[in-house]
């Protein structure tokens, strides 16, 4: 079924911008926060062309397959780092609540079912000066697509593969946002980080980031990894794509 726009306002409970087609959710809720959206406002698209993950990587949602949407928020500046902690939770637990176990995040906030990526998380702060008009949550949710038989058929998994039924992404919206609203307001507590922190799936495993091998034995509060070397030479890692060594391989 089509996500309309009268689909999406029986869900939700928010100011809201839908499109049937859009080139990035993530670009339009950038402009609609400079212009004063209200905290919590969404942007949401049944479809998405010119969407974007981390380093700028390209990210197309045909029609009818995936959630691909944008929260608007507005915590205080100091607090803009955990805004993908809340992300990711929010994503971890409308998994959960959809059937699926054996759910992971891989530093810092892929969410993962049986070790494969289920969602793109990218929040993106917009700026005044030194202070933060708010950040910009964007949220790629795969539902129903179909990676059989591509490149990254050994690297993501959609929501319906795993549970194996149909689920309602009106449904699916609605609770995602329940969820991505809950950890908000946990937003600057200490349960915000030790949760995330709880989740994340490679702590205490041998891992490559950045080029560089060792084990990865914490997070900081602002979301950075923790990285021992062969050397026994602790580096603070603040971005890049993990991979478990010796293990299946999760950076996509």
């Not at 859009?22 to 609609?32: E, F, L």
């Not at 995040?105 to 494969?116: A, C, F, M, R």
């Not at 129903?144 to 593969?161: M, V």
């Not at 702590?203 to 091998?213: F, P």
Request: glycine content about 10%; proline content about 4%.
């Amino acid at each position: 079924m089509t996500l309309s726009k009268a689909i999406v306002m029986s869900r939700l409970d928010r100011p809201f911008k839908y499109y049937d087609s859009i080139g990035s959710t993530n670009d339009v809720a950038k402009a609609w926060l400079e212009t004063g959206a209200p905290d919590r406002a969404a942007v949401v698209a049944n479809a998405q062309t010119r969407g974007r993950g981390r380093k700028g990587r390209a990210w197309q949602m045909p029609p009818d397959v995936a959630l691909a949407l944008s929260v608007l928020l507005r915590p205080p500046t100091r607090l803009v780092p955990e805004v993908a902690f809340l992300g990711a939770l929010a994503v971890y637990d409308l998994a959960a609540e959809a059937g699926c176990s054996m759910i992971g995040i891989k530093w810092p906030n892929d969410v993962q079912v049986q070790g494969k990526k289920i969602a793109g998380i990218l929040p993106e702060v917009v700026w005044k000066g030194p202070e933060a008009q708010g950040v910009v949550l964007g949220i790629g949710l795969n539902v129903r697509t179909d990676f059989s038989g591509t490149e990254l058929a050994n690297y993501a998994t959609s929501l319906e593969s795993i549970v194996n039924r149909r689920l309602d992404r009106a449904d699916l919206l609605g609770s995602l946002l329940r969820h991505v609203d809950y950890w908000y307001s946990q937003i600057g507590e200490e349960t915000l980080f030790t949760s995330w922190k709880s989740r994340l799936n490679m702590l205490g495993k041998r891992i490559e980031v950045q080029d560089e091998v060792g084990t990865a034995t914490d997070v900081l509060q602002d979301g950075s990894l923790l990285l021992r070397d062969d050397f026994g030479v602790q580096q603070i890692v603040q971005a890049g794509d993990v991979f478990v060594v010796n293990g299946r391989g999760a950076g996509a």
